[in-house]
């Protein structure tokens, strides 16, 4: 028989998606109001989280990775964002562009050298693409690596990069022939301490505040020469095909928050009585509420769409943005509506509703605005 | 050592719900999963068997979907399963028979592991049943463990006090929750499970003419009224009321 399309999850993932709730529930959750608050990075959560496979999640496991699909991934990213963002944020910057970009560009001695220690949690992986000058347009990259003998002699600066200053490795995009413009963009490995390599300011942030932001100074900066990686000149372009991952990935991430606010108000819904009766049974509730859902579902749809074609190995561009663009868009107005439903106490920090809020803005921001997502579905129908 | 652990599929209460007008639980829809008590079990085992190495295999008498269940242990660390397909709603006379018949079938075993109940019954009889059928020594009640080359050791809690009780092999131990915390398998573990074995066999082929004991004539959800009594006067008055009141409904006692 011939399945055109089953909507109904795999035993297998069935179990992935109740195993991570579980360790979500147990492990996250409880500090989740700790990391927003106090800006706590939960060093020991990242080694519970490597041991559990969600730190290399869909490296093959001969690197340490658990070796699971992208739609498996995607449903993990969901769990974990669904409880705290900051997290979500983290694994996700780890998986999809620090340690993705490695795994996919990288030579079979890189990934030996680097991804073992990076799947386990017990280092973190960061990717620098952007800059002060080179934010929406990535391909105006400033930031220069010179060949000099042996070594690559980096210069720049990038910002708001996520886990920068936690990072034991970081992927930096810089312009090794300026006269080609973006095809004169390389990727480098840049390992942490290396000489030359600092961490500038870190971001004081509207929400996901437990995940570190970073800026990061390259002031002469030597790494061996083969720590180039990926090809000569194709940093940009396998930058993008990351960003590709990444965003199916901030996808779920939204799909995740949304569903936190989502089912915090369901239940608030059904408990505060005005009027003598719950206000879930004033259709007013009622209609956010269904609309909530209805888009929530429509959102991680798009997720798993893009998830899959990434799985079968065809081109995702368009579908990744899609999914990113209405995922991280309808987020934004469930967290809304959901501090709607809560009321005065939506508004309060004693409840997280307000941490969903603030914490969802980066998803239309984070890996191309709302706007990029447009222009490159724009382009995709051939515009 | 190896080990036999018993795990029940149970529905997941917490999701059940009762239809108001009959006070029948609506069953439809409810998902499933193993009793949570099992998974103790299942933990001491692998706690065991990383001690002393051998072999664990999960044995369950239920619905056919009940292989699911067995793949969650077999992710945790089981080596196999073995599934005994028999009708829903046989009663406990029939399981202990048909775990027992099983168990005879697998052999070689040192160690039964149990929980002290199911979830969703209660009942806490299939532990004690099933080593009476097998004709071992069991130690109920298990709050923690010490598994030696030769003899297992266990604290049995019996509410007021605490037995410490010591058996040779081959013995059954029935689990309480608090004797450890289950773990959570990684993803990794899940998708090795895919490739553990889990074998199914039929009631009818272990034993035939088996007959239930037990009739349930109904089952009814229980349904708690409150009594919605509001003390607002002055507090000192309320408080004291609030204490006769309890302590004439027995709640309190002096
Ligand atoms: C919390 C956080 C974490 C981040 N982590 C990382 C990271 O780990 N690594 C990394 O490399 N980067 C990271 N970033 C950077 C992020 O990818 C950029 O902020 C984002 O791409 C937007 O760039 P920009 O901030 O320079 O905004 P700009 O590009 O200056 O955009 C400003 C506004 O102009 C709009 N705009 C720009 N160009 C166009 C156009 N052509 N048409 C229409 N509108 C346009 C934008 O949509 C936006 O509304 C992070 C950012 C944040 C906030």
Not at chain 1, 139 to 161: C, M, P
Not at chain 1, 272 to 281: A, D, E, L, N, S
Not at chain 1, 331 to 351: F, S
């Amino acid at each position: 028989m011939v399945i055109l399309l089953d909507f109904t999850l795999t035993n297998e993932k069935k179990l992935f998606q109740k195993t991570v709730r579980e360790f979500c529930e147990k492990e996250i959750k409880p500090i989740a109001s700790k990391i927003d608050k106090e800006e706590y990075f939960p060093t020991d959560l990242y080694k519970k989280m490597g041991k559990m496979g969600l730190m290399g999640m869909t490296v093959p496991q001969k690197y340490g990775g658990a070796g699971i699909d992208r739609i498996s991934y995607m449903i993990a990213l969901e769990e974990i964002s669904r409880v705290c963002g900051s997290t979500g944020i983290t694994v996700e910057a780890h998986n999809s562009l620090g340690l993705g970009h490695i795994y996919e560009k990288g030579t079979e001695k890189q990934r030996k050298k680097y991804l073992p220690t990076l799947t386990s949690g017990r280092a973190i992986a960061a990717w620098a693409l952007t800059e002060p000058n080179a934010g929406s347009d990535a391909s105006a990259t400033q930031t220069t690596a010179v060949l000099d003998g042996n070594e690559w002699v980096i210069n720049g600066t990038k910002q708001f990069i996520t886990s920068g200053d936690i990072a034991d490795v970081t992927t930096v995009m810089a312009m090794t022939d300026k006269s080609k413009g973006a095809k004169g963009i390389s990727a480098f490995i840049v390992e942490k301490d290396t000489p030359g390599f600092k961490v500038g300011q870190l971001e004081d942030k509207l929400g996901l505040r437990g995940s570190h932001t970073a800026e990061l100074v390259f002031d002469n900066c030597r790494i061996p020469k083969e720590n180039l990686l990926g090809e000569l000149g194709m940093g940009f372009v396998g930058a993008m095909n990351i960003l590709d991952r990444g965003r199916t990935a901030i996808g779920a991430m939204s799909v995740g928050i949304a569903r936190g606010a989502f089912e915090d108000a369901l239940e608030y819904a059904k408990q505060r009585q005005q009027f003598g009766k719950p206000i879930g049974k004033n259709q007013a509730i009622q209609w956010m509420l269904a609309d909530m859902a209805t888009e929530i579902d429509a959102a991680r749809l798009l997720v798993y769409r893009a998830a899959y074609l990434e799985d079968q190995n065809v081109r995702f561009t368009k579908e990744a943005s899609m999914a990113k663009l209405f995922a991280s868009e309808i987020a934004m107005r469930t967290t809304v509506k959901a501090i709607q439903i809560y009321g005065g106490n939506g508004y309060m920090r004693e409840y997280p509703l307000e941490r969903y809020y603030r914490d969802i803005k980066l998803c239309t921001i984070g890996e191309g605005t709302s706007e990029v997502q447009r222009m490159i579905i724009a382009r995709q129908l051939g515009l | 050592m190896n080990i036999i652990v018993c795990a029940k599929q149970v529905v997941d209460v917490s999701e059940m719900k009762i239809d108001s007008a009959t006070k029948k639980p609506i069953l439809q829809g409810v998902p499933q999963k193993i009793s949570d008590i099992d998974k103790n079990a299942m933990e001491e085992a692998i706690k065991i068997k990383e001690k002393h190495g051998g072999k664990i295999t999960v044995l369950t008498v239920g619905p056919a979907n009940a292989k699911e269940r067995i793949k969650e242990l077999l992710a945790m660390g089981a080596d196999e399963g073995l599934l005994v397909t028999a009708p829903e709603n046989i009663d406990y006379h029939m399981t202990a028979t048909l775990l027992a018949e099983a168990i005879k079938k697998i052999g070689g075993y040192n160690i039964i592991l149990c929980g002290e109940a199911s979830i969703d019954m209660f009942s806490g009889q299939i532990g004690p049943r099933l080593a009476a059928n097998l004709k071992i020594p069991q130690i109920t009640y298990a709050q923690s463990v010490t598994a030696e080359k030769d003899k297992i050791t266990a604290d049995r809690n019996m509410g007021e006090q605490m037995i410490i009780t010591e058996s040779t092999y081959p013995v059954l131990v029935t689990v309480t929750k608090e004797i450890n915390v289950p773990r959570l398998p990684s993803l990794m573990q899940i998708l090795a499970s895919a490739n553990k074995p889990i074998n199914e066999i039929t009631a009818d082929s272990l034993t035939k003419n088996l007959n239930p004991l037990v009739q349930t004539i109904d089952l009814k959800g229980v349904s708690m009224e409150r009594k919605n009594v509001v003390y607002k006067d002055d507090i000192d008055e309320s408080v004291k009321q609030l204490v006769n009141n309890l302590a004439k409904e027995g709640v309190l006692r002096g």
